[in-house]
Protein backbone atom coordinates (compact mmCIF):
# COMPACT_ATOMS: atom_id res chain seq x y z
CA UNK A 1 0.00 0.00 0.00
CA UNK A 2 3.50 2.46 0.76
CA UNK A 3 4.46 2.17 -2.98
CA UNK A 4 1.29 3.36 -4.43
CA UNK A 5 0.86 6.11 -2.14
CA UNK A 6 4.07 6.91 -2.81
CA UNK A 7 3.66 6.90 -6.75
CA UNK A 8 0.67 9.31 -6.04
CA UNK A 9 2.51 11.52 -3.75
CA UNK A 10 1.96 14.93 -5.60
CA UNK A 11 -1.68 14.10 -5.86
CA UNK A 12 -2.72 12.05 -3.01
CA UNK A 13 -3.70 14.56 0.01
CA UNK A 14 -1.23 16.39 2.07
CA UNK A 15 -2.37 14.24 5.12
CA UNK A 16 -4.13 11.23 5.04
CA UNK A 17 -5.32 8.93 8.02
CA UNK A 18 -7.14 5.91 7.67
CA UNK A 19 -8.93 3.76 10.37
CA UNK A 20 -6.53 5.13 12.87
CA UNK A 21 -6.32 4.42 16.48
CA UNK A 22 -4.11 4.48 19.42
CA UNK A 23 -3.91 2.79 22.59
CA UNK A 24 -1.20 3.51 25.72
CA UNK A 25 -1.93 0.17 27.48
CA UNK A 26 -5.64 0.03 28.04
CA UNK A 27 -6.48 3.60 27.41
CA UNK A 28 -7.87 4.12 24.39
CA UNK A 29 -6.36 8.14 23.19
CA UNK A 30 -7.33 7.60 19.42
CA UNK A 31 -10.45 5.39 18.11
CA UNK A 32 -10.83 5.10 14.27
CA UNK A 33 -9.47 8.35 13.27
CA UNK A 34 -10.38 8.79 8.76
CA UNK A 35 -9.00 12.01 7.75
CA UNK A 36 -8.37 14.00 5.07
CA UNK A 37 -6.35 17.20 4.39
CA UNK A 38 -5.96 18.68 0.96
CA UNK A 39 -2.27 19.94 0.01
CA UNK A 40 -2.26 23.98 0.27
CA UNK A 41 -5.30 23.90 3.09
CA UNK A 42 -4.84 24.73 7.26
CA UNK A 43 -6.97 22.49 9.07
CA UNK A 44 -7.51 23.56 12.81
CA UNK A 45 -8.02 20.73 15.79
CA UNK A 46 -10.14 21.44 18.03
CA UNK A 47 -11.01 19.58 21.17
CA UNK A 48 -10.80 19.39 24.67
CA UNK A 49 -7.97 18.25 26.89
CA UNK A 50 -7.34 14.57 26.54
CA UNK A 51 -9.20 14.42 23.31
CA UNK A 52 -6.32 12.96 21.31
CA UNK A 53 -5.07 16.42 19.26
CA UNK A 54 -1.32 16.50 20.35
CA UNK A 55 -1.26 12.13 20.38
CA UNK A 56 -2.91 12.52 16.78
CA UNK A 57 0.38 15.68 16.16
CA UNK A 58 2.58 12.88 17.03
CA UNK A 59 1.68 10.17 15.29
CA UNK A 60 2.01 12.43 11.83
CA UNK A 61 5.79 13.65 13.05
CA UNK A 62 6.68 9.56 13.39
CA UNK A 63 7.04 10.29 17.20
CA UNK A 64 4.15 7.74 18.08
CA UNK A 65 2.87 4.63 16.08
CA UNK A 66 -0.44 3.83 15.33
CA UNK A 67 -1.97 0.57 17.24
CA UNK A 68 -4.17 0.55 14.33
CA UNK A 69 -4.71 1.68 10.65
CA UNK A 70 -2.56 3.82 9.05
CA UNK A 71 -1.40 7.20 8.23
CA UNK A 72 0.20 8.96 5.39
CA UNK A 73 1.98 12.73 4.62
CA UNK A 74 2.29 13.17 0.69
CA UNK A 75 1.51 9.02 0.18
CA UNK A 76 4.37 8.31 2.88
CA UNK A 77 3.39 5.71 5.70
CA UNK A 78 4.64 7.31 8.95
CA UNK A 79 5.10 3.60 10.14
CA UNK A 80 7.71 2.49 7.70
CA UNK A 81 8.70 5.44 5.93
CA UNK A 82 9.18 7.65 8.48
CA UNK A 83 12.96 8.89 7.01
CA UNK A 84 10.73 10.50 3.85
CA UNK A 85 8.20 11.90 6.35
CA UNK A 86 10.40 13.65 8.51
CA UNK A 87 11.99 15.30 5.29
CA UNK A 88 8.29 16.57 4.55
CA UNK A 89 7.24 17.80 8.22
CA UNK A 90 7.76 20.53 10.31
CA UNK A 91 6.74 19.57 13.99
CA UNK A 92 6.00 22.80 16.14
CA UNK A 93 5.28 21.29 19.90
CA UNK A 94 3.52 22.53 22.58
CA UNK A 95 5.58 24.56 24.80
CA UNK A 96 8.74 26.08 24.25
CA UNK A 97 10.87 23.61 26.90
CA UNK A 98 12.40 22.19 23.84
CA UNK A 99 15.74 23.82 23.52
CA UNK A 100 19.18 23.94 25.20
CA UNK A 101 18.61 26.93 27.53
CA UNK A 102 22.11 27.79 27.86
CA UNK A 103 22.39 28.08 24.44
CA UNK A 104 21.82 31.09 22.12
CA UNK A 105 18.83 31.43 20.04
CA UNK A 106 20.71 31.26 16.84
CA UNK A 107 23.01 28.64 18.17
CA UNK A 108 20.14 26.72 18.91
CA UNK A 109 18.38 26.76 15.82
CA UNK A 110 21.98 26.42 14.28
CA UNK A 111 22.17 22.69 15.44
CA UNK A 112 18.71 22.32 14.53
CA UNK A 113 19.48 23.42 11.31
CA UNK A 114 22.73 21.10 11.18
CA UNK A 115 20.41 18.42 12.05
CA UNK A 116 18.05 19.02 9.50
CA UNK A 117 20.84 18.55 6.28
CA UNK A 118 22.26 22.43 6.33
CA UNK A 119 25.89 23.06 6.42
CA UNK A 120 26.54 26.10 8.35
CA UNK A 121 26.24 28.83 5.71
CA UNK A 122 23.59 27.90 4.18
CA UNK A 123 22.25 27.10 7.58
CA UNK A 124 22.91 30.89 8.73
CA UNK A 125 21.13 32.29 5.72
CA UNK A 126 17.76 30.18 6.06
CA UNK A 127 18.01 31.30 9.77
CA UNK A 128 17.93 34.74 8.49
CA UNK A 129 15.18 33.78 6.19
CA UNK A 130 13.06 32.23 8.92
CA UNK A 131 13.67 35.30 11.29
CA UNK A 132 12.55 37.63 9.04
CA UNK A 133 9.66 35.59 8.37
CA UNK A 134 8.41 35.60 11.74
CA UNK A 135 9.31 39.22 12.57
CA UNK A 136 12.16 38.23 14.96
CA UNK A 137 13.92 41.37 15.85
CA UNK A 138 15.03 40.16 19.35
CA UNK A 139 18.77 39.58 20.35
CA UNK A 140 19.33 36.06 18.71
CA UNK A 141 22.85 35.52 20.56
CA UNK A 142 21.07 35.84 23.74
CA UNK A 143 20.82 32.94 25.67
CA UNK A 144 17.73 30.90 24.86
CA UNK A 145 16.61 31.21 28.39
CA UNK A 146 16.60 34.43 28.96
CA UNK A 147 14.28 35.38 26.08
CA UNK A 148 10.74 36.18 26.19
CA UNK A 149 7.96 33.89 26.51
CA UNK A 150 6.43 35.31 22.95
CA UNK A 151 10.18 35.08 21.58
CA UNK A 152 10.76 31.29 22.86
CA UNK A 153 7.12 30.99 21.43
CA UNK A 154 8.63 32.27 17.92
CA UNK A 155 11.51 30.51 18.15
CA UNK A 156 9.77 27.02 18.38
CA UNK A 157 7.83 27.93 15.09
CA UNK A 158 10.97 28.90 13.67
CA UNK A 159 12.58 25.60 14.21
CA UNK A 160 9.47 24.30 12.68
CA UNK A 161 10.29 26.41 9.45
CA UNK A 162 13.70 25.55 9.12
CA UNK A 163 14.08 22.84 6.72
CA UNK A 164 11.16 24.13 4.57
CA UNK A 165 8.87 21.42 5.06
CA UNK A 166 5.57 21.14 2.92
CA UNK A 167 3.26 20.27 6.11
CA UNK A 168 3.59 21.92 8.96
CA UNK A 169 2.08 20.26 12.44
CA UNK A 170 1.99 23.06 15.16
CA UNK A 171 0.69 22.25 18.32
CA UNK A 172 -0.59 25.49 20.18
CA UNK A 173 2.11 27.81 18.22
CA UNK A 174 0.01 30.66 19.51
CA UNK A 175 -0.75 29.85 23.10
CA UNK A 176 1.63 32.22 25.08
CA UNK A 177 1.57 34.92 22.56
CA UNK A 178 0.10 38.88 22.92
CA UNK A 179 -3.04 39.34 20.82
CA UNK A 180 -0.93 41.68 18.31
CA UNK A 181 1.44 38.65 17.53
CA UNK A 182 -1.13 36.19 17.83
CA UNK A 183 -2.70 37.99 15.14
CA UNK A 184 0.63 38.33 12.81
CA UNK A 185 1.25 34.66 13.14
CA UNK A 186 -2.05 34.01 12.05
CA UNK A 187 -1.38 36.15 8.98
CA UNK A 188 1.73 34.71 8.31
CA UNK A 189 -0.33 30.70 8.70
CA UNK A 190 -2.79 32.03 6.63
CA UNK A 191 -1.17 34.37 3.88
CA UNK A 192 2.72 33.92 3.91
CA UNK A 193 2.67 29.94 3.62
CA UNK A 194 -0.41 28.71 3.14
CA UNK A 195 -1.80 31.19 0.71
CA UNK A 196 1.85 32.32 -0.45
CA UNK A 197 3.86 28.99 -0.16
CA UNK A 198 1.31 26.31 -0.34
CA UNK A 199 2.04 24.85 2.80
CA UNK A 200 -0.53 22.61 4.35
CA UNK A 201 -0.56 23.10 7.58
CA UNK A 202 -3.10 21.12 10.74
CA UNK A 203 -3.15 23.23 13.37
CA UNK A 204 -3.84 22.26 17.02
CA UNK A 205 -5.58 24.76 18.94
CA UNK A 206 -7.96 25.34 22.03
CA UNK A 207 -8.99 28.92 20.57
CA UNK A 208 -12.04 28.91 18.28
CA UNK A 209 -11.65 32.40 17.32
CA UNK A 210 -7.94 31.19 16.05
CA UNK A 211 -9.45 28.26 13.89
CA UNK A 212 -12.06 30.43 12.47
CA UNK A 213 -9.78 33.69 11.52
CA UNK A 214 -7.53 30.81 10.12
CA UNK A 215 -8.67 27.75 9.33
CA UNK A 216 -9.96 25.74 6.02
CA UNK A 217 -11.71 23.54 8.12
CA UNK A 218 -12.15 23.12 11.58
CA UNK A 219 -12.10 18.85 12.90
CA UNK A 220 -13.25 18.56 16.65
CA UNK A 221 -11.76 15.40 17.78
CA UNK A 222 -13.68 14.41 20.95
CA UNK A 223 -13.13 11.47 22.93
CA UNK A 224 -10.65 9.62 20.34
CA UNK A 225 -13.26 10.21 17.51
CA UNK A 226 -14.25 12.84 15.12
CA UNK A 227 -17.23 14.40 16.06
CA UNK A 228 -17.64 17.76 13.60
CA UNK A 229 -15.56 19.13 10.67
CA UNK A 230 -17.18 21.96 9.90
CA UNK A 231 -15.67 25.06 7.70
CA UNK A 232 -14.01 27.83 9.23
CA UNK A 233 -16.73 30.12 9.36
CA UNK A 234 -19.38 27.79 10.45
CA UNK A 235 -20.62 27.45 14.55
CA UNK A 236 -18.74 24.94 16.55
CA UNK A 237 -21.47 23.07 18.17
CA UNK A 238 -19.82 20.31 19.86
CA UNK A 239 -17.61 22.98 21.44
CA UNK A 240 -20.47 24.82 22.73
CA UNK A 241 -22.42 22.06 23.77
CA UNK B 1 27.26 13.75 7.67
CA UNK B 2 30.36 15.31 9.30
CA UNK B 3 28.99 18.75 9.60
CA UNK B 4 26.10 17.07 11.40
CA UNK B 5 28.59 15.25 13.80
CA UNK B 6 30.52 18.77 14.32
CA UNK B 7 27.29 20.15 15.39
CA UNK B 8 26.79 17.55 17.67
CA UNK B 9 30.08 18.11 19.02
CA UNK B 10 29.89 21.66 19.22
CA UNK B 11 26.70 21.73 21.02
CA UNK B 12 27.95 20.02 23.92
CA UNK B 13 31.46 21.76 23.64
CA UNK B 14 29.32 25.45 23.96
CA UNK B 15 26.57 24.10 27.02
CA UNK B 16 30.31 22.88 28.72
CA UNK B 17 31.76 25.92 28.26
CA UNK B 18 28.86 28.09 29.82
CA UNK B 19 29.77 26.12 33.03
CA UNK B 20 33.01 27.59 33.05
CA UNK B 21 34.25 26.02 36.70
CA UNK B 22 33.35 22.42 35.79
CA UNK B 23 36.77 21.96 33.46
CA UNK B 24 39.15 23.28 36.50
CA UNK B 25 37.19 21.25 39.09
CA UNK B 26 37.73 17.58 36.94
CA UNK B 27 41.05 18.21 36.58
CA UNK B 28 41.66 19.32 40.55
CA UNK B 29 39.71 16.16 41.06
CA UNK B 30 41.72 14.56 38.98
CA UNK B 31 45.15 15.83 40.70
CA UNK B 32 43.95 14.65 44.10
CA UNK B 33 42.99 11.49 43.31
CA UNK B 34 46.65 11.16 41.60
CA UNK B 35 48.57 12.71 44.93
CA UNK B 36 46.60 10.14 46.97
CA UNK B 37 47.32 6.97 45.21
CA UNK B 38 51.28 8.58 44.73
CA UNK B 39 51.08 8.66 48.70
CA UNK B 40 49.65 5.33 49.52
CA UNK B 41 52.04 3.55 46.31
CA UNK B 42 54.39 4.37 48.98
CA UNK B 43 53.35 1.59 50.77
CA UNK B 44 53.19 -1.23 48.43
CA UNK B 45 55.86 -3.77 46.92
CA UNK B 46 56.62 -3.08 43.41
CA UNK B 47 57.00 -6.84 42.96
CA UNK B 48 53.36 -7.87 43.40
CA UNK B 49 52.12 -5.70 41.02
CA UNK B 50 53.31 -7.69 37.84
CA UNK B 51 56.51 -5.92 37.90
CA UNK B 52 55.02 -2.48 37.29
CA UNK B 53 55.95 0.37 39.55
CA UNK B 54 53.16 0.52 41.57
CA UNK B 55 51.99 3.73 41.66
CA UNK B 56 52.30 3.02 37.39
CA UNK B 57 50.05 0.39 38.00
CA UNK B 58 47.62 2.18 39.98
CA UNK B 59 47.53 5.27 37.43
CA UNK B 60 46.88 3.36 34.63
CA UNK B 61 43.85 1.44 36.18
CA UNK B 62 42.44 4.99 37.13
CA UNK B 63 42.65 6.61 33.92
CA UNK B 64 41.01 3.72 32.49
CA UNK B 65 38.38 2.87 35.28
CA UNK B 66 37.56 6.89 34.34
CA UNK B 67 37.01 6.85 30.73
CA UNK B 68 35.45 3.35 30.57
CA UNK B 69 32.98 4.82 33.21
CA UNK B 70 32.35 7.64 30.70
CA UNK B 71 31.86 5.68 27.94
CA UNK B 72 29.15 3.65 30.48
CA UNK B 73 27.38 6.70 31.08
CA UNK B 74 27.68 9.23 28.34
CA UNK B 75 24.93 7.39 26.65
CA UNK B 76 22.76 7.45 29.11
CA UNK B 77 23.07 10.55 30.29
CA UNK B 78 22.29 11.92 26.43
CA UNK B 79 19.11 10.29 26.43
CA UNK B 80 17.90 10.99 30.57
CA UNK B 81 19.19 14.78 29.57
CA UNK B 82 17.58 15.06 26.45
CA UNK B 83 14.24 13.72 27.79
CA UNK B 84 14.28 15.91 30.74
CA UNK B 85 15.03 18.82 28.86
CA UNK B 86 13.13 17.72 26.20
CA UNK B 87 14.97 18.14 22.87
CA UNK B 88 14.78 14.36 23.07
CA UNK B 89 11.70 14.67 20.67
CA UNK B 90 12.78 17.86 18.49
CA UNK B 91 16.14 15.97 17.36
CA UNK B 92 14.22 12.73 16.40
CA UNK B 93 11.63 14.46 13.94
CA UNK B 94 14.35 15.68 12.41
CA UNK B 95 16.01 13.53 9.31
CA UNK B 96 18.73 12.63 11.60
CA UNK B 97 18.45 8.73 13.00
CA UNK B 98 18.78 7.39 16.33
CA UNK B 99 22.08 5.52 15.70
CA UNK B 100 23.24 9.02 14.22
CA UNK B 101 21.87 10.59 17.32
CA UNK B 102 23.12 8.48 19.58
CA UNK B 103 26.83 8.05 18.11
CA UNK B 104 27.06 12.02 17.65
CA UNK B 105 25.76 12.32 21.14
CA UNK B 106 28.98 10.86 22.48
CA UNK B 107 31.94 12.67 20.53
CA UNK B 108 32.15 15.16 22.58
CA UNK B 109 32.04 12.91 26.34
CA UNK B 110 34.34 10.42 24.53
CA UNK B 111 36.82 13.25 23.98
CA UNK B 112 36.42 14.68 27.06
CA UNK B 113 37.35 11.19 28.53
CA UNK B 114 40.56 11.29 26.00
CA UNK B 115 41.50 14.18 27.86
CA UNK B 116 40.58 13.33 31.09
CA UNK B 117 43.16 10.26 30.50
CA UNK B 118 45.53 12.79 29.30
CA UNK B 119 45.40 14.50 32.48
CA UNK B 120 46.09 11.07 34.41
CA UNK B 121 49.16 10.83 32.29
CA UNK B 122 50.37 14.76 32.70
CA UNK B 123 49.35 14.47 36.71
CA UNK B 124 51.43 10.91 36.51
CA UNK B 125 54.58 12.76 35.28
CA UNK B 126 54.30 15.79 38.28
CA UNK B 127 54.82 12.24 40.87
CA UNK B 128 57.85 11.15 38.34
CA UNK B 129 56.00 8.92 36.43
CA UNK B 130 58.07 7.75 33.26
CA UNK B 131 57.33 8.18 30.06
CA UNK B 132 60.75 6.68 28.82
CA UNK B 133 59.24 2.98 27.90
CA UNK B 134 55.78 3.73 26.21
CA UNK B 135 55.16 2.44 22.49
CA UNK B 136 52.59 4.84 21.32
CA UNK B 137 51.04 2.99 18.41
CA UNK B 138 49.66 -0.87 20.50
CA UNK B 139 48.88 2.23 23.07
CA UNK B 140 46.60 4.06 21.04
CA UNK B 141 45.04 1.19 19.47
CA UNK B 142 44.05 -0.49 22.82
CA UNK B 143 42.86 2.79 23.88
CA UNK B 144 40.76 2.95 20.85
CA UNK B 145 39.48 -0.74 21.02
CA UNK B 146 38.51 -0.33 24.56
CA UNK B 147 36.39 3.17 23.76
CA UNK B 148 34.24 1.02 21.32
CA UNK B 149 33.94 -1.93 23.46
CA UNK B 150 33.18 0.14 26.59
CA UNK B 151 30.81 2.40 24.43
CA UNK B 152 28.78 -0.59 23.23
CA UNK B 153 27.91 -1.91 26.61
CA UNK B 154 26.86 1.76 27.29
CA UNK B 155 25.00 2.35 24.10
CA UNK B 156 22.96 -1.08 25.52
CA UNK B 157 22.59 0.59 29.04
CA UNK B 158 21.02 3.75 26.83
CA UNK B 159 18.26 1.18 25.84
CA UNK B 160 17.22 0.69 29.66
CA UNK B 161 16.93 4.40 30.07
CA UNK B 162 14.59 4.93 27.19
CA UNK B 163 12.65 1.74 27.93
CA UNK B 164 12.10 2.74 32.06
CA UNK B 165 13.88 6.09 32.50
CA UNK B 166 15.92 5.07 34.88
CA UNK B 167 17.39 1.99 37.21
CA UNK B 168 19.92 0.88 34.71
CA UNK B 169 21.00 -2.54 36.68
CA UNK B 170 23.53 -3.51 33.59
CA UNK B 171 25.58 -0.47 34.41
CA UNK B 172 25.78 -0.92 37.86
CA UNK B 173 26.37 -4.57 37.57
CA UNK B 174 29.29 -3.77 34.68
CA UNK B 175 31.32 -0.85 36.30
CA UNK B 176 30.99 -2.73 39.74
CA UNK B 177 32.41 -5.79 38.11
CA UNK B 178 35.04 -4.14 36.60
CA UNK B 179 36.20 -2.26 39.24
CA UNK B 180 36.13 -5.17 40.96
CA UNK B 181 37.21 -7.76 38.94
CA UNK B 182 39.05 -5.69 36.08
CA UNK B 183 42.56 -5.32 37.73
CA UNK B 184 42.40 -1.41 38.53
CA UNK B 185 43.58 -1.98 41.34
CA UNK B 186 45.45 -4.81 41.88
CA UNK B 187 46.52 -7.67 39.39
CA UNK B 188 43.78 -10.09 38.61
CA UNK B 189 46.17 -12.76 39.87
CA UNK B 190 45.72 -11.69 43.69
CA UNK B 191 41.37 -12.81 42.80
CA UNK B 192 40.55 -16.24 44.62
CA UNK B 193 41.10 -18.98 41.87
CA UNK B 194 37.45 -19.57 40.77
CA UNK B 195 37.01 -15.73 40.35
CA UNK B 196 39.62 -15.24 37.71
CA UNK B 197 37.74 -16.35 35.08
CA UNK B 198 35.33 -13.85 34.87
CA UNK B 199 37.93 -11.16 34.64
CA UNK B 200 38.46 -12.39 31.03
CA UNK B 201 35.30 -12.11 30.28
CA UNK B 202 35.54 -8.29 30.98
CA UNK B 203 36.74 -5.65 28.55
CA UNK B 204 38.82 -3.57 31.07
CA UNK B 205 40.48 -6.32 32.12
CA UNK B 206 41.72 -6.96 28.29
CA UNK B 207 42.57 -3.16 28.10
CA UNK B 208 44.40 -3.01 31.42
CA UNK B 209 46.50 -5.70 30.37
CA UNK B 210 47.59 -4.58 27.07
CA UNK B 211 47.97 -0.77 28.06
CA UNK B 212 50.04 -1.25 30.82
CA UNK B 213 52.56 -3.61 28.85
CA UNK B 214 52.03 -0.76 26.01
CA UNK B 215 52.75 2.33 28.68
CA UNK B 216 54.76 1.32 30.86
CA UNK B 217 56.95 -1.22 29.65
CA UNK B 218 57.41 -0.37 26.18
CA UNK B 219 55.35 -3.89 24.67
CA UNK B 220 55.28 -4.64 20.47
CA UNK B 221 51.98 -4.83 18.87
CA UNK B 222 52.90 -8.51 18.53
CA UNK B 223 53.08 -8.76 22.21
CA UNK B 224 49.70 -7.26 23.15
CA UNK B 225 47.68 -8.64 19.84
CA UNK B 226 45.88 -11.10 21.94
CA UNK B 227 44.06 -8.17 24.33
CA UNK B 228 43.96 -6.34 20.69
CA UNK B 229 41.70 -9.13 19.00
CA UNK B 230 39.78 -9.72 22.34
CA UNK B 231 38.77 -6.08 22.57
CA UNK B 232 38.16 -5.58 18.30
CA UNK B 233 35.62 -9.07 18.72
CA UNK B 234 33.93 -6.96 22.15
CA UNK B 235 33.67 -4.20 19.48
CA UNK B 236 32.60 -6.44 16.86
CA UNK B 237 29.54 -8.05 18.08
CA UNK B 238 28.92 -5.03 20.94
CA UNK B 239 28.46 -2.24 18.68
CA UNK B 240 26.26 -3.46 16.12
CA UNK B 241 24.02 -5.47 18.43
CA UNK B 242 23.80 -2.71 21.18
CA UNK B 243 22.80 -0.22 17.95
CA UNK B 244 19.90 -2.48 17.19
CA UNK B 245 18.47 -2.81 20.72
CA UNK B 246 18.83 0.46 20.88
CA UNK B 247 16.77 1.21 18.04
CA UNK B 248 14.40 -1.62 19.23
CA UNK B 249 13.80 0.30 22.05
CA UNK B 250 12.93 3.67 20.45
CA UNK B 251 10.69 1.64 18.68
CA UNK B 252 8.75 -0.08 21.46
CA UNK B 253 8.67 3.45 23.11
CA UNK B 254 7.33 5.16 19.97
CA UNK B 255 4.38 2.39 20.79
CA UNK B 256 3.76 2.80 24.19
CA UNK B 257 4.14 6.61 24.26
CA UNK B 258 7.23 6.95 26.36
CA UNK B 259 9.68 8.58 24.06
CA UNK B 260 9.59 11.91 26.03
CA UNK B 261 8.51 10.74 29.21
CA UNK B 262 10.47 11.89 32.45
Not at chain 2, 13 to 22: E, M, Q
Amino acid sequence: MGGRYAQRAMTDPAILLRNVSKSFAAHEVLRGVDLEVAPGTIVGLLGRNGAGKTTLLEILSTLLLPTSGQAFVHGHDVATEATQVKQLVGYCPCGFDTFYPRLSAASNLEFFAALNGFSLRDGRQRLDEVFDLLGVNGNRHLDFQRHSTGMKQKLVLGRALLADPRVLLLDEPTKSLDPRTQREIWTLLRTTLVAGLKKTVLLVTHSELEAQEVCDRIIVLEDGRIAEVTRGVESLGVLQA
Amino acid sequence: MAWKAWAFFKRDLLVDLSYKLSFALEAVHILIAIAAFFFLSRLLDARTLQGYDSFAFVLVGLAVNAYMTTCLICFTQVVRDSQVSGTLKAVLVTPTSPRQFLAFSSLYPLSRAAVDAAVYGAGGLAFGLSLARVNPVPAILLFVGSMLAFSSIGMISATFIVMFKRGDPLLWLFGSGSWLLGGVMYPTDVLPQWLRPLAEFLPITHALRGLRAALLADASLGTVVTELGVLALFAAVGLPASVAIFEFGLRRARMTGTLGHQ
